[in-house]
């Protein structure tokens, strides 16, 4: 398997499939399922699983050997017990093992109650590029991941739930306090009423009926609750959209660099590698835009791309830096002749 490459994980591509603790235990020449108990043995009954119960009951150093969850099962459910007992054919270790993995079952179960599936593109969203990456190692490292039913060979990465509500009430006193702003403007033409000061004692008595209406037609309407941006599922087509517009965008940045340039004789080297990358970024957005036209939804057809923008995106940094400077001071001297023409005084124009 290839290793990760951290750049295309920030952008939310080449996810490495991640293996689950099942899988984790297997090793190259073992059964592939090592876990499923073998048949009952012909001739194990009822009768024979009470028996072997007991005797285990009474091994105290056997039973504070046992798993917890096996442990209370034992003492509180005979019932259980024993039906468990007799469809593992009587063999102990191997209820201990099924034991293990209905534990880790159960609690792969609760995480996913106490939190929400997101794709990396999702995290990326919510805790950005750096953090984002940072939070999906993490994730990874402690096993907080669950398969995409949606799609085959993805993961998603089990968020706190806390962190989506706080998203949402940030998101909610940002509304709240966009509809406070807006009301304060509407008690100031009240003061100007009159231009005299004859009427001052007048105007607060007749202020202070109109306010209450005021302030209640100003009122903001209850707004429906905004999900998070996180929460919308993603899929590799949208990716690639997301994709198409990051090289519009740069493709854009260097046409405009070039216009602004080409009037510029010392600038000339500058120029032709901006209108290389054009060439670049407009060729690689065409072969992006056909595999989207083509709805193509698996991953592999795009990593090429991708990685192609990363490259390209890192080369085009250092064009970038120099041809913004050199823009920047073109504009400086522009600016720096129309600031003295406009302090010339018209007896020196005279002159």
């Given amino acids: 398997m290839p290793p990760e490459d951290p750049d295309l994980i920030e952008m939310g591509w080449g996810k490495a499939p991640v293996k689950v603790k099942e899988e984790e235990e297997k090793k190259p020449g073992t059964e592939t399922t090592p876990v499923l108990p073998k048949p009952a043995e012909q001739g194990y009954n009822h009768r024979k699983a009470a028996m072997a119960l007991l ?19 034992l003492d509180t459910d005979d019932d259980a017990a024993r039906k468990l007992l007799k469809d593992h054919g009587g063999n102990v270790d191997q209820m201990i093992e099924a034991a293990n993995h209905m534990v880790f079952k159960e609690t792969a179960e609760v995480d996913t109650e106490t939190t929400t599936p ?21 994730k990874k490292e ?56 004859t009427p001052a004692p007048a105007t607060p008595a007749t202020n202070t009926q109109p306010e209450a209406p ?40 260097a046409s405009k660099l070039s216009t602004q340039l080409k009037s510029l004789s010392y600038a ?18 065409c072969d992006i835009r056909k595999l989207i036209q083509q709805k ?31 823009a920047r001071g073109v504009k400086a001297k522009a600016s720096a002749k129309k600031g003295a023409k406009k302090t010339t005084s018209p007896g020196e124009q005279a002159a």
């Fill in 142 to 197: 402690r096993g907080e991941t669950v398969e995409d039913k949606n799609l085959a060979g993805n993961i998603l990465y089990l968020v706190a739930n806390d962190k989506l509500e706080l998203s949402n009430k940030s998101g909610q006193r940002h509304e709240w306090s966009k509809g406070t702003d807006n009301r304060a403007p509407t008690q100031a033409p009240s003061s100007s009423s009159g231009s005299t000061p």
């Fill in 296 to 326: 193509i939804n698996e991953e592999r057809p795009y990593i090429v791309h991708v990685k192609s923008f990363v490259e390209l995106q890192k080369s085009f940094q250092d064009v970038k830096a120099s041809a913004s400077a050199m």
């Fill in 214 to 253: 005021k302030v209640d037609e100003a009122k903001p309407k209850p707004k429906p609750n905004k999900k998070p941006k996180a929460m919308t599922a993603t899929t590799p087509v949208d990716r690639a959209e997301s994709l198409c517009n990051e090289v519009l965008k740069c493709k854009t940045e």
């Fill in 268 to 285: 000339d080297q500058l120029v032709k590698d901006l209108e290389k990358y054009i060439v670049k970024f407009d060729s690689l957005y």
């Fill in 118 to 138: 997101l794709t990396e593109f999702q995290v990326l969203q919510m805790y950005g590029p750096t953090k984002g990456a940072e939070v999906i190692k993490e």
């Fill in 55 to 73: 005797r285990l009951r009474r091994n105290q150093n056997r039973m504070d050997k046992l798993p917890e969850a096996l442990r209370n099962l």
